[in-house]
């Protein structure tokens, strides 16, 4: 089973920055790509940024020139440094993986349990 362990959640000022990371462990024979997902409450589910096996990013146009997702391929870990944080950033953040335990089948998606951030003005 495929885990994901995330840290550096927690509470800022508006203006101010985290860097959360996101450390997977288990059996993996691929990963396609990790990145973070946002919820705030009464809110759907929303990507924020996202990274490919090949380096390739993609952001959330809320986000965008703020976060910065990255990744260290040999410890499986994806960081996101998050910048000018701003009170509707505030939002229960889940890293994903998709990757695939062997070879031939079907991408999967695996979740972490979500941290807190939460943003005041």
């Known amino acids: 089973q495929v885990q994901l362990v995330e840290s550096g959640g927690g509470a800022v000022q508006a203006g101010g920055s985290l860097r959360l990371s996101c450390a997977a462990s288990g059996r993996i024979f691929s990963i396609n790509a990790m990145g973070w997902y946002r919820q705030a409450p009464g809110k759907q589910r929303e990507p924020v940024a996202v990274i490919t096996n090949s380096g390739t990013t993609n952001y959330a146009d809320s986000v965008k020139g703020r976060f910065t997702i990255s990744r260290d391929n040999a410890k499986n870990t994806v960081y996101l440094q998050m910048n000018s944080l701003k009170p509707e950033d505030t939002a229960v953040y889940y890293c994903?993986?998709?990757?695939?335990?062997?070879?031939?089948?079907?991408?999967?998606?695996?979740w972490g349990q979500g941290t807190q951030v939460t943003v005041s003005s």
């Open positions: 994903t993986l998709q990757g695939r335990l062997t070879a031939f089948v079907s991408w999967y998606d695996y």
